[in-house]
């Protein structure tokens, strides 16, 4: 795969898992952790998400197939799926639904958060899952299967940069830096989204030419 298949690849995980804004969610789910229990807890985290988001990549089209579902219709639902979750995180309301799923985990700081709610839903959520489903697709060859997971560990590693991080962040950027920087990732989403319908409409017998 070219950079110029692998580029958009990061940039559509990036903007959908969205490392920046899980890390106040993060910070908040370990505020009482010491920082090495902290990294711990975050690293789990990632190895789990990576572990499910791999799983969905390579049986997806399996999935898919058993069901009957073409992948041209599963990129225009994985497209609106997208393009809905960049209107949350444009509206505030992506922020709003993680801090509900965290509060449980918040109110008992001796749970665990790092399979639930930090590996799923907050890292491979359903954007992701579809999202690497349809990058998986998109690849052509074992190459290209390869490198869309290299993307996925990249990203991952960021996420996981983010994390270490929290504490900074939330020091620095503070709530309004942090919901400027979602609303610009949500704009870039969104038009990777349509982009995705784009796709899917131009591959049906309908629109094709």
Aim: aromatic share 8%; no cysteine; proline share 4%.
């Amino acid at each position: 795969m070219t950079l110029d298949i692998l580029i958009p690849a990061f940039v559509t995980l990036f903007v959908i898992i969205d490392p920046i804004g899980l890390a106040p969610v993060f910070l908040a789910l370990t505020r009482d952790m010491t920082s090495g229990h902290r990294r711990i807890v975050g690293l789990r985290a990632v190895l789990v998400a990576a572990a499910i988001l791999t799983v969905f990549g390579l049986a997806g089209q399996a999935v898919l197939d058993l069901f009957g579902i073409s992948m041209a219709a599963f990129r225009i639902a994985g497209g609106a799926l997208l393009f809905l979750t960049a209107l949350d995180m444009l509206f505030e309301r992506r922020k709003q639904r993680r801090e509900s799923q965290s509060e449980a985990s918040v109110l008992d700081p001796a749970d665990d958060p790092s399979v639930f709610p930090l590996a799923m839903p907050l890292i491979s959520g359903p954007g992701a899952m579809a999202t690497m489903i349809l990058l998986m697709g998109n690849a052509s060859d074992v190459g290209g299967k390869l490198a869309v997971l290299g993307v996925m560990i990249a990203v991952l590693a960021v996420v996981f940069a983010f994390f270490l991080a929290a504490g900074w962040l939330g020091r620095y950027l503070k709530d309004t830096g942090i919901n400027v920087v979602t609303r610009l990732l949500g704009m870039l989403l969104a038009a990777l989204a349509i982009q995705f319908m784009i796709d899917g409409l131009a591959q049906t017998p309908l629109f094709a030419v």
